[in-house]
């Protein structure tokens, strides 16, 4: 189990967690789920694990977000809960006619040691149930944070998908917990460098959806799970999870037992890593890079050189999952604003180590934290002097509290409207983010530097 | 199931075994389905039990709010209300002892003392809450020993809340936890005697956006002072002074009916339910709570007050009524109170009500809920998106009153929509309060956005509704 004899994290206090800094893991799960075309999702547990997660889905997509629950109660937790998952499979399955099922565990169900297999071969034998792919998959909250259950869920739905395939030119790609408008600009760039891909988990549409003036059950959209199948007879698999573990790896899964290369690129965030995913894609492809992305590319490196001098008084704090983090870290040096703090809520030994040439040639290294709160990430802020943080909603706190000002961006966002159109990949992602991050700097000096300069130099005594 | 047979088609459960938690207002009136578990499956919009001890207690200032279990029960309640504090700022910090396998295969009582040990040396707080959750009820974890220890180490009041998410599928099991924690916490030491003032306790006021500061304010007025509110704005030290209130205001009914007829029990002092929702249950109100005290001066300035108010607001509810009128609405909120005052509230400004819920409404107060309604209305309990959809077309709805979940069903559907829940940000009580929650209604459910959004696209068709 991961964490056991970690020292204690500079800054945090010993035992209790203030002010989390991560979710659990089944939430991880439901929204890799609902990336599957025409899936529907039920969590084993107790029926307020199921709403607290769609509340927190509803408020970070703007998109209604139905999940069922077992709604398990004290009786069933003594007794097992084999019934109520049963009733509740033929309840969701009678109101949303999913194809896909995807049953996640909690903390309560796990900790019951509910046998999902077993229960879920048996209702299949029972009902007799066809053309409903049931996918369990465990996600017990206390082994790890909602950036785990994201990763287990894709690798779950892929081994239980995959089959032994003849080759094709589609590329498989696999993104972790982004905004749809990441999904979508990654999706444009495929197109651009003409190449056929299968993307997966793709909530791009599901979990944000033009008005239609009705409400679909299951939104159209996401992943076929026939295309699904054959991943394994692609290529090469692209992944964006250069921290995600071997064992909770979709891509490492399919070259292990499928032999389809894997390449794990970084989150394409930053001209560094947006170049190496074009690179990467242009050596697939044999295709030249499109005049399009070269002006994009362009305009990004324009952009850069007239905020560079205004980026270099930033000392970010960069926090939340490990593969945001550390996309959005390079991101902030190659512009000149050196992270100072370097904190995700998991516990990620990877993302240290692609960490290392980073924090090895800075000038001032970043602290870095790992299974952190918020109360360790503030500390670690002030005493880094911060001036702005790269972050979900969980910052807001940082504001607050000690007006270091925040740039929103990951997952969850539930105090602003539009984490869903959060659009940071790609050259065109990242000249929006970088703009947002120098416009809040200069939103913050030009809102405090008269009244600094007067609090420093125009003293009673001075003039 | 014969009752569900006299049931009108209109009203048709899109699960079965749903059919009996739905009712149609009018002459054919059946007992309605409530206060059970959520059925399995069914997308219940109900939250658990240690969502209702949190939502309770969470406004309880100066106290540290210290979660027992995995780390996801701190995170979605964190900052969960939008109350307000005139004081400490410590109720919005999350406490989790972030419980992992280790502690789970182990147990956690070990992990919890530690950390009740650390906040209680960092933050020196007047009194600790320590909720379970799911897995430290299930592993067994004796939370009510650790924290009796941890009271006497500490000389502090470290307070078990009981409220595992598993015992019930209803919140309102977590109210009652919460309820025998607050018991817990103002029972006076041994030999201790209370002295009875003129002030008055107010339950279930949970401060939202300064709404406790508002009637604290009228009743100031009328000459009448809070002696502390169940629990908005409340300090540890002020709600140990509860027993010294001649007078106990019941607002939020199903959390604290419990605790006025405990505290009647064991203080003897009387309690009254009130209601500051809309302007006249704000008046109806101070009318009762000054006629408490027998006093002819008080009555008065209760009147001057009202009438001034009253006169106040006309020009701007009259205005939006006549924008209003006729438009159907949709309520589905929390409590039966809660959307007995709004029903009330929306009539006032025109309008008709097609259909309303609860997630966690009582059979009596379901039965006064269909007195007040008329023929037709659908009335459901614990009702789940897909429900909650069809009739919001079936009954062609204009705005919907209800929570976060239930803002992005109605809007996509093109429906105006309010937001009545434990998080707004803006105070909708008393007369000042009526003003702005009229408002709301007025924006959202004749904004232009909706006549665009039906509005046919170019080169394109319109979007049915």
């Known amino acids: 189990m991961p964490g056991e004899n970690a020292a204690p994290v500079p800054g945090r206090a010993k035992q209790v967690n203030e002010n989390q800094c991560n979710m659990c893991m089944p939430i991880g799960g439901v929204v890799a789920f609902k990336g599957i075309k025409n899936a529907m999702v039920l969590v084993h547990g107790s029926q307020g694990c199921s709403t607290y997660m769609r509340l927190a889905n509803v408020e970070h997509f703007n998109e209604p977000f139905d999940i069922a629950s077992s709604s398990l109660n004290e009786k069933q937790t003594i007794h097992g809960g084999e019934a109520n998952l049963k009733k509740a499979m033929d309840n969701v399955i009678r109101v949303y006619q999913p194809n896909v099922l995807g049953i996640l565990t909690t903390c309560l169900a796990e900790t019951m040691g509910e046998d999902l297999d077993r229960i879920v071969a048996s209702y299949i034998e029972e009902k007799k149930i066809a053309g409903i792919d049931i996918i369990p998959v465990p996600t017990p909250s206390y082994s790890g944070t909602h950036a785990e259950g994201f990763w287990a869920a894709a690798r779950g739905i892929v081994a239980y998908y995959a089959r032994p395939a003849s080759s094709h030119r589609r590329i498989n790609v696999i993104i972790p917990n982004i905004s749809p408008a990441d999904i979508r600009e990654i999706k444009r760039i495929l197109g651009l460098m003409g190449l056929e891909y299968t993307l997966l988990p793709d909530f791009s549409m599901t979990l944000d959806r033009p008005f239609g003036g009705k409400y679909q059950k299951i939104p159209t959209g996401g992943t076929p799970a026939e295309r699904i199948a054959e991943m394994p007879g692609a290529p090469v698999t692209i992944q964006f999870g250069t921290t ?171 105090d602003r409207i539009g984490g869903q159109r959060i659009l940071s990949a790609g050259y065109r992602g990242t000249l929006a983010f970088l703009d947002r991050f120098t416009n809040t700097l200069l939103e913050h000096k030009y809102a405090t530097y008269r009244q600094k300069i007067k609090e420093e130099l125009c003293t009673a005594e001075g003039v | 199931m014969e009752e569900s047979c006299t049931l009108p088609r209109a009203a048709t459960a899109c699960i079965a075994e749903r059919q009996d938690s739905i009712q149609t207002a009018g002459k054919s009136r059946t007992r309605i389905h409530c206060a059970d578990d959520s059925l399995a499956g069914s997308v219940s919009q109900r939250a658990c039990v240690f969502c209702g001890a949190r939502v309770v207690l969470n406004p309880v200032t100066d106290a540290v709010h210290l979660i027992h279990g995995p780390v996801g029960c701190a995170t979605y309640t964190m900052d969960i209300r939008g109350s307000l504090s005139s004081g400490s700022e410590l109720f919005r910090t999350s406490f989790s002892t972030d419980m992992k396998e280790k502690d789970v295969i182990f147990g956690g009582e070990k992990k919890l003392a530690a950390c009740i040990d650390e906040v209680v040396e960092k933050y020196h707080p007047p009194a600790v809450f320590v909720y379970a959750t799911c897995v430290s009820g299930m592993i067994g974890d004796d939370i009510v020993a650790v924290c009796k220890a941890a009271s006497a180490r500490h000389n502090t009041d470290i307070i078990p809340v009981e409220s595992s998410g598993f015992i019930s599928g209803n919140k309102v099991v977590g109210y009652r936890a919460a309820a025998e924690a607050l018991l817990r916490l103002i029972r006076p030491k041994e030999g201790g005697t209370i002295e009875k003032t003129q002030k008055i306790n107010f339950l279930g006021e949970y401060n939202l956006g300064g709404e406790k500061w508002l009637a604290e304010r009228y009743l100031r007025e009328i000459g009448i002072e809070i002696n502390v509110a169940f629990t908005g704005d409340s300090t540890v030290a002020a709600l140990k002074r509860a027993p010294s209130a001649c007078l106990n205001l019941v607002q939020c009914t199903g959390s604290m009916h419990w605790v006025a007829q405990n505290l009647e029990r064991t203080f003897g002092t009387p309690y009254m339910d009130v209601n500051f929702f809309g302007p006249e249950n704000t008046a109806e109100s101070l009318r009762r709570i000054a006629a408490f005290y027998d006093d002819t001066a008080m009555m008065e300035r209760a009147e001057a007050l009202i009438a001034r108010e009253m006169a106040r607001i006309r020009p701007a509810i009259e205005k939006y009524r006549a924008r209003l009128r006729g438009k159907r609405a949709a309520i589905y909120v929390g409590g039966a109170y809660k959307a007995i005052a709004i029903i009330r509230q929306l009539r006032g400004l025109g309008m008709e009500i097609a259909l309303t819920g609860t997630q966690t409404g009582k059979a009596d107060e379901y039965e006064s809920m269909s007195r007040i309604l008329s023929e037709g209305t659908i009335i459901i309990d614990d009702a789940n998106p897909a429900e909650l959809e069809k009739f919001l077309l079936e009954k062609h709805v204009d705005v919907m009153i209800g929570g976060v979940k239930e803002r992005v069903l109605a809007y996509k559907l093109g429906i105006g929509f309010v937001d009545h829940n434990h998080d707004r940000k803006d105070g909708l009580a008393g007369f000042e309060g009526a003003v702005r929650f009229a408002r709301e209604v007025y924006v959202t459910t004749c904004s232009p956005v909706w006549e665009r959004a039906r509005s046919p696209a170019p080169g394109g068709e319109a979007h049915a509704r």
């Open chain 1, 244 to 414: 995600c573990p071997d064992s909770l790896s979709p891509g490492r899964y399919l070259e292990q037992e499928y032999n389809v290369p894997l390449v794990n690129l970084p989150l394409p965030i930053g001209l560094g890593n947006v170049d190496l995913f074009v690179e990467t894609l242009a050596n697939v492809s044999g295709n030249p890079v499109p005049e399009e992305l070269a002006l994009e590319r362009g305009w990004l490196i324009d952009g850069m050189a007239d905020s560079h001098k205004f980026n270099a008084d930033g000392r970010p704090v960069v926090y939340g999952e490990p593969e945001l983090v550390y996309a959005f870290s390079m991101a902030c040096a190659e512009n000149g604003a050196m992270p100072v703090v370097i904190s995700t809520g998991s516990k990620n030994s990877l993302l240290k180590e692609r960490l290392a040439p980073l924090v090895l040639n800075a000038d001032e290294p970043p602290v870095v934290l790992e299974e952190a709160d918020f109360a360790a990430v503030a500390a670690a802020a002030l005493g880094a002097e911060a001036n702005i943080a790269i972050g979900h909603s969980g910052g807001k706190l940082l504001t607050e509290r000690y007006g270091i000002p925040l740039v929103r961006a990951g997952y969850p966002i539930h």
